[in-house]
């Protein structure tokens, strides 16, 4: 495989919606750093144990060389872009987390229950970058139609 022009994608919850996104967009030559709070979760992972059923060990196996998991926010300084898949209830925590670690021109997709504006506005104040101008927030199409 060769480097995607794609970029580098941050995915923000590693959970039912987030580790087979993080798992496809590295099997397809997407740099992908994968962040989650639970240590425990992020150690299975390193070592090809997935607690997703649509994710499977030999798919951690295969994509180790693209994929990331970690929990240090740190390493999501700089991407590309961020899709954030947690819990509405952590969305606030994990954009006052990442608001300073933006850089411009970064897309931030919410697949989460939060208003993309909320979350705008949330990224600005933390980070000191102007939303669709320096930064972009979108969520899912599906959830575009949906609404």
Do not use: N
Not at 82 to 108: F, H, K, N
């Amino acid at each position: 495989m060769t480097f995607s022009e794609v970029g580098t994608v941050g995915v923000v919850g590693l959970g039912d919606t987030g580790l087979p996104l993080a798992v496809a967009l590295a099997d397809s030559g997407v740099l992908t750093t994968g962040l989650d709070t639970d240590r425990a979760r992020v150690a299975a992972l390193r070592a090809g144990e997935s607690h997703v059923a649509q994710v499977s060990p030999d798919a951690l196996v295969a994509t180790a060389d693209w994929f990331e998991p970690t929990t240090d926010p740190g390493l999501l300084a700089g991407l590309d872009s961020y899709v954030l898949c947690v819990p509405g209830r952590q969305v606030e925590l994990v954009v006052d987390a990442l608001g300073p670690l933006l850089r411009r021109g970064a897309v931030v997709e919410v697949r989460s229950p939060v208003p993309t504006g909320y979350v705008a506005a949330r990224l600005a104040a933390s980070s000191g970058l102007r939303p669709g101008v320096d930064f972009h927030v979108t969520t899912p199409a599906s959830a575009a139609l949906a609404a």
